[in-house]
């Protein structure tokens, strides 16, 4: 099971961090999964924010969120989280995360101008 948290309504300019947080039964070795959030703007497609790979700081970010957005792992408390500063109205969208196959119920995030 994936959860996230952290979503809510921000102003254009502003910041939001959003966590994904994975249960230990499912993700017994969670250090050995790559993590990816996406996001669903409201009447479109979802798409690919950013990934972070598995015992690595490796990270891929979609060509619209770099140099705004950052993600991270902390492999201790099984999590994964989105630093998202800069924020505009275009990104507005229900964000989840999504791991070995499983995905999170999303979380909401309205940026507004």
């Known amino acids: 099971q994936l959860v996230e948290s952290g979503g809510g309504l921000v102003q254009s300019g502003g910041s939001l961090r959003l966590t994904c947080k994975a249960s230990r039964l499912t993700f017994s070795t969670f250090p050995n999964y790559a993590i990816s959030w996406y996001r669903q703007p409201p009447g479109k497609e979802r798409e690919l924010v950013a990934t972070?790979?598995?015992?690595?700081?490796?990270?891929k970010y979609a060509d619209s969120v770099k140099g705004r957005f950052t993600i991270s792992r902390d492999d201790a408390k099984n999590s994964v989280y989105l630093q998202m500063d800069s924020l505009k109205s275009d990104d507005t969208a229900v964000y989840f995360c999504t791991g070995a196959g499983i995905w999170g119920q999303g979380t909401q995030v309205t940026v507004s101008s």
């Open positions: 972070i790979f598995s015992r690595s700081p490796t990270t």
